[in-house]
């Protein structure tokens, strides 16, 4: 995981990891105050052959809610693909940006991404006070 903080409020949280067959890893990272996860990009190498589930969260308290809302599938898979998710999903203090990575495979490892750009000045509110000559 790393981290990139940006002077206008917008930062990267980057998940990368190697996850090894018939794992399960799960990677988080703190949010400091509150933010809004602006867009999550999952990129999958070549090879996983849809045998990595990845699964983008924010957690609440005890629990964890989804960052994409899924349809069908319940998590994201695929081989050599990277998906980009545009949204606008509220995190308070304290909560954590995650996610979950399942390797079905249970010969092979294989390796995966996560970004989520995460705005601190509130993504619309940035917009509204640039528009009537705020910072």
Same mark, same amino acid.
């Given at each position: ?49 849809? !045998? ?26 695929? !081989? ?38 995460? !705005?601190? !000045? ?14």
């Amino acid at each position: 995981m790393s981290i990139f903080d940006g002077s206008n409020g917008r930062y990267s949280v980057r998940f990368a990891e190697t996850v090894e067959p018939g794992e399960t890893v799960e990677l988080t990272e703190e949010v400091s105050r509150d933010a809004t996860v602006e867009r999550v990009t999952v990129r999958i190498y070549l090879g996983a052959e849809l !045998d990595l589930r990845v699964r983008p969260f924010v957690t609440e308290s005890q629990s964890r809610r989804p960052l994409v809302v899924y349809q069908g599938k319940q998590y994201i898979d695929g !081989d050599n693909d990277v998906y980009e998710f545009a949204l606008s999903e509220p995190v308070a203090g304290g909560e954590s940006i995650g996610v979950e990575v399942e390797n079905r495979d249970g010969t092979n490892s294989y390796d995966f991404s996560m970004t989520a750009t995460v !705005d601190h !000045d509130g993504g619309l509110n940035r917009a509204v006070s640039a528009l009537f000559g705020g910072a």
